[in-house]
């Protein structure tokens, strides 16, 4: 079966420092991958999607990037942390050929002191 | 563009009762519809989805939802809510040829003893 693993579950970090978050996904070959953020009692709000290794389509411009290193793996990256980046992040994984039900990881929750 | 609009933002039901959350969406074609539910600092997990056919669909924890074109809705229901089913709610619509999913805001289902 597949199962999606993001690390770590909590982060709490200072402002202007640097953001990495690692999503992996077992069990399935070439998943579409997506990063979401969900700021506290919001919808959610779609940032990245991959449907293929370095294929990397952003859907909000901010202070965010994402990288699909291999296959299976999607990072969320950031080089300086603002207060707004706090909230609680998701990654989710699809198979190819939308649309698909989309399957989610437990969440990061990143708290920006 | 495809949009969905969740109207309500919170709803406070007994254990016991009957429950019916709304769901609107805006595609011009046949939408592919689903529901998940999100408890407390955890991912989202699929209740149910639709893509064709019978549009009375039964999915996991006793949930059910109906498609009905005529008023572009998917509500989700359940005859009798548990505490358990203490949590939030999201609708999604996804279309051919996106690659991702569109969600609504939310519901957030209190239950009462």
């Known amino acids: 079966s597949q199962t999606i693993h993001q690390w770590p579950a909590t982060l709490v970090q200072p402002v202007g420092s640097p953001l990495s978050l690692e999503c992996t996904v077992e069990g399935t070959s070439n998943p579409n991958l997506y990063w979401y953020r969900q700021a506290a009692g919001r919808g959610l709000q779609l940032l990245f999607y991959?449907?293929?290794?370095?294929?990397i389509s952003s859907e909000v411009p901010q202070n965010l990037s994402a990288s699909r290193p291999q296959d299976r793996q999607f990072i969320l990256s950031s080089k300086k942390l603002l207060l707004s980046d706090s909230g609680f992040y998701l990654c989710?994984?699809?198979?190819?050929?939308?649309?698909?039900?989309?399957?989610f990881g437990d969440g990061t929750r990143l708290s920006i002191l | 563009a495809q949009s969905v609009t969740q109207p309500d933002i919170h709803i406070t039901v007994s254990e016991g009762a009957s429950l019916e959350l709304r769901c609107n969406y805006s595609?011009?074609?046949?939408?592919?519809l689903f529901w998940y539910v999100q408890s407390p600092g955890q991912g989202l997990q699929l209740l149910l989805k639709y893509f064709s056919g019978d549009t009375l669909v039964q999915g996991i924890k006793g949930f059910e939802a109906e498609f009905k074109r005529s008023q572009s809705s998917f509500n989700l229901r359940k005859p009798s809510v548990h505490w358990s089913d203490a949590a939030e709610y999201f609708c999604a619509v996804g279309a051919t040829g996106a690659n991702n999913l569109f969600f609504g805001t939310g519901t957030r289902l209190t239950v009462i003893p």
């Open positions: 991959s449907v293929g290794i370095g294929q």
């Open positions: 989710a994984w699809s198979v190819s050929g939308p649309p698909q039900p989309q399957h």
């Open positions: 595609y011009g074609a046949t939408p592919y």
